[in-house]
C-alpha cells in the first residue's frame, strides 16, 4: 500500500494543533493510503510541543521535529521534506486555511500521473485589501523579472512525487523561496483552485517584516535584474552628467555668464549620490546572500524528534 507523507511547519499553534489533526485525521482514513502526518515545531514558545508530543502517544500516524529554534517558515518546511519517506508528499500550514478536505483531490492527480500538483488560492477570506493588492503587485514584478515563473496566488500546500521531493532535497540554498525552486524542478504539474479560510484560531505570525523579507528572498533568488538595472541607471546618470558638463564649458567659455549655481549644484549631488546609494543597496543585497552561502553552515537543528 502506498505512503502519503503529511509536512506541517508550525510555530506557536496550540490552538489549531488539535483540530488540524482531527480534520487530517478524518480525510486521510476515509482513504486507502498508508499515511504519517509530520509536524515541524519552529521553535514555538508556547504549548504547541506538548501538544505535539501527546498527539504523537495518541496517535501512531503523528511525529514531530522539534527545530532547536525559530528558523522560518520555508526551512521548517524543508526539514520536514528532508525527513519523510513517503510515495508522496504532501506540504501545508496547519492554521487551517489549507484545507484538508481537498487533500483526495490532490492524490487523485497524483495517481492519474501528475509529479507536481500545485494548488491556487483564488481568495481568501477576510483578506485586507493592503496586502491583496501588495501580493498582487509584488507577483507581477517577480514574474516581470525573474526567468521562472512563478503562479499568482500560488502557496506551499501542494503535492509533490518521491522523484520531486528528492529532487529537491538536492536544492541546498539558505534563501529559500519554495513555491519558485518548485517551478524550477520540471516535471509534470497539475493545479488545484482553492478558497482559502480564515484561520481556525489565533493570528497569523507571518508579519510584514517577514513578509518583506520573504518578498525580498524571491527577488534575490531568482532575478539578478535588479543588479543590471542599478548598472543601466549608473551609464544613463553618467550620460546625463556628461551632458551638463558640456553646458557648464558652453555658459562659462562661450557665452561667459557664469553665476553662482549653488541650488543646481546642491541638486546634483544630493540626486546622483542617491542613485549611487540605490546601486551600492542593491549590490550590498546579494554580496550578503553571497556571504550566507560560503559559510555553508546547516539549515537548521532539530532539538528533538518525537515519535511514539
Known amino acids: 500500500m502506498k ?24 480525510v486521510m482514513e476515509s482513504l486507502n493510503y498508508n499515511y504519517e502526518i509530520c509536524f515541524v515545531d519552529d521553535g514555538s514558545s508556547d504549548n504547541s510541543t506538548t ?31 528532508d525527513n519523510v519517506t513517503g510515495d508522496a508528499v504532501i506540504t501545508m500550514d496547519g492554521d487551517l486555511q489549507h484545507p ?11 495517481e492519474a500521473g501528475f509529479d507536481i500538483v500545485k494548488t491556487i488560492r483564488t481568495s481568501t477570506d477576510n483578506i485586507s485589501f ?36 528528492d529532487a ?46 520573504f518578498a525580498l528572498d524571491g527577488i534575490t533568488a ?19 552628467s556628461f551632458a551638463g558638463l558640456i553646458h557648464v ?12 549655481g549653488w541650488a543646481t549644484l546642491t541638486v546634483s549631488i544630493l540626486f546622483l549620490g542617491g542613485i549611487q546609494l540605490v546601486g551600492i543597496g542593491v549590490l550590498g543585497e546579494y554580496i550578503g546572500r553571497i556571504f550566507e552561502e560560503v559559510k555553508h553552515r546547516p539549515l537548521y537543528l532539530v532539538a528533538r524528534h518525537i515519535k511514539k
Open 222 to 240: 531568482f532575478s539578478n535584474l535588479p543588479l543590471r538595472w542599478a548598472f543601466y541607471i549608473g551609464i544613463l546618470m553618467g550620460l546625463f
Open 100 to 110: 484538508p478536505e481537498i487533500i483526495p483531490e490532490l492524490i487523485s492527480k497524483w
Open 51 to 81: 501538544i505535539l508530543q501527546e498527539l504523537s502517544l495518541e496517535d501512531s500516524h503523528v511525529q514531530g521535529f522539534i527545530l532547536s529554534r525559530n528558523y522560518g517558515h520555508q526551512i521548517a518546511l524543508t526539514c520536514g521534506l
Open 3 to 26: 505512503t502519503i507523507s503529511i509536512v506541517v511547519p508550525m510555530f506557536n499553534e496550540e490552538s489549531n494543533l488539535r483540530e488540524f489533526h482531527k480534520r487530517v485525521t478524518t
Open 249 to 260: 564649458f558652453y555658459v562659462k567659455y562661450v557665452l561667459d555668464a557664469a553665476v553662482e
Open 130 to 165: 493592503f496586502k491583496k493588492i501588495t501580493s498582487s503587485t509584488y507577483y507581477k514584478l517577480l514574474n516581470m523579472i525573474s526567468t521562472v515563473e512563478i503562479t499568482p496566488g500560488g502557496s506551499d500546500f501542494r503535492l509533490m512525487s518521491r522523484q520531486v521531493v
Open 168 to 213: 529537491f532535497k538536492l536544492y541546498r540554498e539558505r534563501a529559500r523561496f519554495i513555491r519558485g525552486m518548485v517551478n524550477t524542478l520540471g516535471f509534470k504539474v497539475a493545479t488545484v483552485e482553492f478558497k482559502a479560510d480564515e484561520r481556525f484560531s489565533g493570528v497569523s505570525k507571518f508579519s510584514l517584516n517577514k513578509m518583506l523579507h
